[in-house]
């Protein structure tokens, strides 16, 4: 068989969780490109129409759901509803997260929660749900979006850092437990990305500077640029390939050299 066709998503399933925009749109995208069929959803109708036409100006057929992917519930009926309209689900991106940048000692309880439920407990709600017509078919593709929070921790990301940490063992867990059933579970851990999410360190001082965050991570990363959603379209079509098949458990940075970096020497 030639390489390129191991490449190829023609005539699967693909679900990607909140991939109304931002790195799931583009992942979706980028499975669309090679052959997937593709859901996903979000949480509220007017992102979900704004996403709709977004698919359709790509020329990409998407089907939307709106669930909450911390209702198991909801997430049962969405998973059930998929198999109903585009066949059973061969890759599920858990990507739907958010965080929340406030100083451990303010946080509260209900906050630090909440970001654990969403980045987190979804995650295994969601692939649960997945797992048993996957393990039917005989194979599966699960991708968790992993952070640099799952390796480093810095100031107000408490929650966010260890829900990430706990989705890069989660990802290692399923790999362990379901391997033998031919699903490769695999981690993408993006580095800083542009997106809706990163928006509030990127914003412009009154002066018309960027913003101190902005600066930190250019100078953090060895590309030098922050990461565009378009960045992670390759890894994610590799790690839900046949060209992935022997990758289990990893977690593949694609973070312009981030973790690779002591960073530099003062001048
Ligand atoms: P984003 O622009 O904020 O998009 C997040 C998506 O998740 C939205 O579609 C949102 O839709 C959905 N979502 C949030 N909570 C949800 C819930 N409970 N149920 C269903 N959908 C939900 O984020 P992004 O920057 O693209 O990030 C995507 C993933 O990559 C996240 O897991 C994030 O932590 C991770 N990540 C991001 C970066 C980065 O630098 N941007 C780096 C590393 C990792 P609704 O709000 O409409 O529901
Ligand atoms: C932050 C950032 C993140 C990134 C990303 C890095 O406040 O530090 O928002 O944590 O979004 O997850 O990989």
């Not at 023609?10 to 499975?31: D, P, Q, R, S, W």
């Not at 990363?221 to 922050?226: K, Q």
Request: aromatic content about 8%.
């Amino acid at each position: 068989m030639n390489i390129l066709n191991r490449f190829s998503l023609e005539g699967k399933v693909a679900l990607v969780t909140g991939g109304a925009y931002g790195i799931g749109f583009a992942m979706a995208e980028a499975y669309a490109q090679a052959g997937a069929k593709i859901a996903f959803n979000c949480r509220g109708q007017e992102h979900m129409d704004q996403a709709l036409a977004d698919y359709k100006a790509k020329g990409i057929d998407a089907r939307g759901y709106i669930c909450d992917v911390t209702d198991e519930a909801q997430v049962k009926g969405m998973v059930a509803a998929i198999k109903k309209d585009l066949g059973s689900i061969d890759i599920l991106v858990n990507n739907a997260g958010i965080i929340k940048r406030i100083p451990m000692t303010e946080m509260s309880v209900e906050e630090f929660r909440q970001v654990i439920d969403i980045d987190l407990n979804a995650p295994f709600i969601v692939s649960k749900a997945v797992i048993p017509d996957m393990i039917e078919k005989g194979h599966g593709k699960i991708i968790n979006i992993c952070s640099m929070m799952s390796e480093l921790g810095r100031e107000t990301v408490s929650a966010y850092a260890a829900a990430k940490g706990g989705l890069k063992m989660l990802t290692k867990n399923i790999c362990s437990e379901y391997g033998e059933y031919n699903i490769q579970c695999n981690g993408i851990g993006p580095g800083y990305i542009a997106t809706p999410q990163t928006a509030p360190l990127r914003e412009p001082q009154e002066d018309g500077s960027r913003h101190p965050f902005d600066q930190f991570i250019i100078s953090k990363t060895p590309a030098a640029r922050w990461g565009d959603p378009a960045d992670i379209m390759g890894p994610a079509v590799f790690l839900a390939s046949e060209a992935s098949d022997f990758v289990n458990g990893q977690i593949l940075y694609v973070d312009g050299g981030i973790l690779a970096y002591i960073g530099k020497q003062p001048k």
